[in-house]
Every structure is written in structure tokens, then in C-alpha cells.
């Protein structure tokens, strides 16, 4: 095996970051990025004259450098398998002084599913503490058929999480995670780069470092672990059932999880 | 020359985990009856104010709408978090 190999295959995702991703719905990637990059792609940013929507990889090419290397692009890999794709749709998302959050909200229209085909990966060139805006996260909510108009009377949640992340931060979230922006409360503006990227064929095997002599008993404690602000109520066994549902997409397998499963899964 | 006071109210949204008063609380926003004032998702929000409806009820809020428990129930799917009790507090604000 070439080193290159070697190196790409060590940058996939274990079994449990993987499984955390299924539980949580996202997974942060701190790449040891060349130095100097975030500060080069922050200067061109600030140096553009106006949003430019799609166009934004053209303008600031050294942002494909980020999603290229190797961390990013092995847990890219590992959620959406080798043949991944970018998707046309990228945005620079400009958190100015004195915004207001934006209410909770799931991307897209309401057709959910429980597989995972599409992610977000938010990259932020800067540092961005609790007063500059961050993105702030739901974990475990895409699981949940929501309406946006659904969310409106929320505001803050038992267990969410702000991404107050160090520059060069990837934030790699399931599609349908609950996530808003908050408001800047600083003078300076927050920037963050929101690519999508597609998976383009169904699962036949993981794509991930997967250790099959281990790997169910990992399962075990991840696919029942509490998370955000559930308790033993009766979403709480349903959504154990619908992440063994994508614990079994993800691998290849025939989903077959029937109702009560719940109760194997007790340890 | 006294201050001139209006009575307002203030609501609150709590967010239970379970129909039950008792039940914890997993969300709240609070909205102040204040022109320009905001109600928003904030990274930097201390805890849940209340752990439960009750605790709020023993505050002075009064529930103004209560879940419905017959609402509906998928055996499969999930979708929002808790269910929503709306209470409120009349209080005297400067005009």
C-alpha cells in the first residue's frame, strides 16, 4: 500500500466518530491546514466587492485547498461515500455587526429520510467566539420531520451548541440538522464558507475505517446515548430506532429495525 | 411628577418534555411586552430558567394554553421537541 493510500485511508473516520455523527448529526474537523491559509482566504474575502453567491470557490480558489485536504475530504468520504460529489450550491455567509439570530430551521423542504445524502461542511477562516455569531446546532434533531414554521416559538434549547470553533474549523452537519445563526454582538464581521456535498450512490459497504471485530459492540453504547435535551420519554427509544435504521444504511446492510427494537438496545 | 404605568404582559414559552406540568423543561423563549425588544437564540443563554412548569407557576406565572395530549402521535417518526405551555405575568411598565 502507498503511503498516499495509507494516509488517506488513516484520515477516514473511525467507528465511533462516525457513530457520534449518527447520533449527534455532526462532526467537527480541525485540519492542520498550511499555515497562513486562513488569514489568505480571509484577506480575499474582505477584499470582495460584493457577495458573489455560487461564484465564491472562483474567487476565492484557495478555499478548494480546505475541502481537499485530507481530514475534510476523509470524513467527506466516510459519510458519503468515495464517489462523492460538491454541489453547485455554496454560499459566503456574512454575520454582520448588530444582526439578529435567525430562528431555528431545517434546510430545504420537508421530505426527511433517515439515511444521510447530503451535508453541510461550514468552514470558518476565523476564530469565532460566543459574541461574533456563531452558528448555533440542535444534535440529534435531524432525525425530526419539522416544518420550519414549526420551530418559530423556539429560541433557546436544552443542549444546543454554538460553534464557537478555532480558525480552520470544519463543521460537517447532516442536512436536516436544526441550526440558526445568532446574532454578532461584536464591530466585526463573522465569516463562514457553507459548502454542501452530495452522496451519489447507495451504501454497499462502509466507506469509513470500519473494524468489524469491534465495531457492533461501539455501536451498542453510541446508538443509545442521550443527546441534546431528551430523556426517557418516548422520542428518546424511537430516535435509538431510527439511528440503528442508519447505523444499518451506512454500512450496506438491509434496514430492518421493527418497532420495539428499542428494547434490544437497552444495555 | 409620578411615573405613569401600564399594565402589560409578558409571555413565556416553556417547552416540557411531557404534557405534565411536572415535566422538565427543555426549551424557553421569553418575550417582554417592551417595543424593540428581542427574542432570540443566544449562544451565550444561561440555563432553563425553570426546570419544570410548576417552578414557573410557583414564580407567578399563570399557564394561558396547555398542550394537548390527544394531539398528533406517530409510533415511527419525530419531529419537534416537548410540548408547548404558554404562561403569562401582567406586570406595571413605565409608558
Known amino acids: 500500500m502507498s503511503d498516499a493510500v495509507a494516509t488517506e485511508k488513516e484520515m477516514l473516520l473511525t467507528d465511533a466518530e462516525l457513530l457520534g455523527f449518527i447520533a449527534q448529526g455532526y462532526h467537527l474537523i480541525e485540519p492542520e491546514l498550511p499555515a497562513g491559509l486562513n488569514e489568505a482566504i480571509c484577506e480575499q474575502t474582505d477584499a470582495l466587492e460584493s457577495n458573489p453567491g455560487n461564484e465564491i470557490l472562483a474567487r476565492v480558489p484557495m478555499l478548494q485547498q480546505v475541502y481537499d485536504h485530507p481530514q475534510v475530504r476523509g470524513a467527506l468520504v466516510s459519510l458519503l461515500g468515495e464517489d462523492l460529489q460538491m454541489d453547485g450550491h455554496r454560499h459566503l455567509h456574512v454575520n454582520v ?30 476564530d469565532v467566539p460566543a459574541d461574533l455569531g456563531p452558528t448555533i446546532i440542535m444534535p440529534g434533531t435531524h432525525f425530526r420531520n419539522t416544518p420550519t414554521d414549526q420551530l418559530a416559538t423556539y429560541a433557546n434549547l436544552k443542549g444546543q451548541v454554538p460553534l464557537t470553533v478555532k480558525a480552520g474549523t470544519v463543521a460537517i452537519t447532516h442536512y436536516d440538522l436544526w441550526h440558526a445563526a445568532t446574532r454578532n454582538k461584536t464591530t466585526r464581521e463573522r465569516y463562514m464558507l457553507k459548502f454542501l456535498f452530495n452522496r451519489m450512490s447507495q451504501p454497499s459497504a462502509p466507506s469509513w475505517n470500519f473494524d468489524a471485530t469491534t465495531a457492533e459492540e461501539t455501536a451498542r453504547s453510541y446508538l443509545s446515548t442521550m443527546v441534546g435535551a431528551k430523556g426517557y420519554s418516548s422520542d428518546y427509544y424511537k430516535e435509538w430506532e431510527l439511528r440503528k435504521e442508519m447505523w444499518q444504511w451506512f454500512k450496506g446492510e438491509q434496514v430492518d429495525v421493527p418497532p420495539g427494537e428499542f428494547r434490544n438496545m437497552l444495555s | ?13 416553556l417547552h416540557a418534555q411531557k404534557p405534565s406540568i411536572r415535566a422538565d423543561v ?7 411586552p417592551i417595543a424593540d425588544s428581542i427574542t432570540e437564540v443566544d449562544p451565550e443563554a444561561i440555563d432553563i430558567p425553570y426546570p419544570t412548569v410548576h417552578a414557573a407557576m410557583v414564580d407567578g406565572w399563570r399557564v394561558v394554553h396547555f398542550p394537548d395530549q390527544r394531539g398528533h402521535f406517530e409510533d415511527r417518526e419525530i419531529d419537534v421537541i416537548g410540548y408547548e405551555f404558554i404562561l ?3 406586570e406595571a411598565f413605565d409608558e
Not at chain 1, 431555528?104 to 453541510?120: A, E, I, K, Y
Open chain 1, 97 to 126: 455587526p448588530g444582526s439578529r439570530s435567525q430562528g431555528w430551521h431545517q434546510d430545504g423542504t420537508n421530505v426527511r429520510h433517515h439515511q444521510t445524502w447530503c451535508v453541510l461542511a461550514m468552514y470558518f477562516p476565523h
Open chain 2, 1 to 13: 411628577m409620578a411615573n405613569t404605568k401600564q399594565q402589560r404582559q409578558r409571555l413565556l414559552y
Open chain 2, 26 to 32: 427543555v426549551a424557553v423563549a421569553l418575550h417582554e
Open chain 2, 88 to 90: 403569562e405575568k401582567i
